[in-house]
């Protein structure tokens, strides 16, 4: 019960990072008309936000990793609350925008001292489905996040939905610090040069590659969702809605089930990620007008879609177990790489063709994915065979 009560906070306290990191795009428009400010202007909150994040990311959970894991984690969500409610009653734009870059410095950090945890709290043979808990707060602030922040200002101001957001980050961390056991504390600390030796291992560049991949070729055509189903497929507006609610809890599904493959096949279950999310793009890409069989693409699509989170996590952590922060920040930066690079190309091909076209990024990256894993799993194999073959001599 203990262990149990300890991931819920620690994922709790993912879903409030999320729901700041996100939560602020249904807020864009108030924002817009409380500041004078223009859309280019405001989307600096989103876009600042995950630049700070991919720059620095790696090089704070190197600097914070001697550290005492509860109480950086409860740190920042005390920072993140801290941050929200001074964004409640920021009275200019550029002290806003300060508010939402100073708590990304730190987002990075709890990522990836919240998966290491999950793994500490978790049996051996349980640690995918552990981090795949610990990722159901990812796929609730990204399902969630936006429509409940958008609601909470609707209903009642902006003020009150960066409160919101302010109160789940300090719920978080108070949970965290009352349920999270101390023996997670008890370690040998890494040092820095230890864990910059991890980079020198070429399978983890390939690992790396194909995390930053699979996020490009998740999100080519995952931005571009509402475009797609009401310009291509001539949904409503409602009809996308509910695509996207339909969309969002298979997601979740999908994530948990994949923490259970993960933890059994961890190489296959990899290798086919790339193929499924083609398989799901050439299903999307030749939808008719049956809104049965499009309900299907759109759970097939989301229970792939949601799951490479954690395929790319478990598969880049992987190969630097001896680092775990370290390579978990990893993921967090180049997996935020990954999304600009795929958003990039998929607005590219709508501007240059037609929003049917965006399909064929995702499906280019999902391509260059599997090669990078493909390779990174021979090379894997040849180590074993070689290590084997040495220890009998």
Known sequence: MKRSGSLFFIA???FGIINTELGVVGLLPAIIEKYGVTASQAGMLVSSFAFIIALFGPWMTLLMSGWNRKRVLVGILALFAVSNLASAFAPIFPLLLVFRIVPALFHPVYFSIA????????????VAQAS???FLGVSFGMVLGIPMTSYVAEQFSLEAAFIFSAVVSGAAGLGIYLRVPTETNDRKPTSIGAQLNVLRKPMLWLNIAAACFILAAMFA??????EYMGQHLNMSGNMV???LVVFGASGMAGNWYA????????????LLYPIALVVCYILLYNAGASLMWLI??????GAVHTSGLIVSQIWLTSEASEAPEFANSLFVSFSNLGVTIGTAVGGWLIAISDT???VWGGILYATLALICIATSSGLRAKSKVASVVDGKQ
């Open 12 to 14: 709790l306290g993912i």
């Open 115 to 126: 998966f290491v945890l999950a793994a500490i709290l978790s049996d051996k043979e349980r």
């Open 132 to 134: 795949a808990k610990v």
């Open 221 to 226: 055509v995952y931005s571009y969702f509402a």
């Open 241 to 243: 809605s509910m695509l």
């Open 259 to 270: 923490g259970k493959l993960l933890g059994k096949y961890l190489t296959r279950t990899t």
């Open 296 to 301: 299907g693409i759109v759970v097939l699509w």
């Open 356 to 358: 049917g076209e965006i």
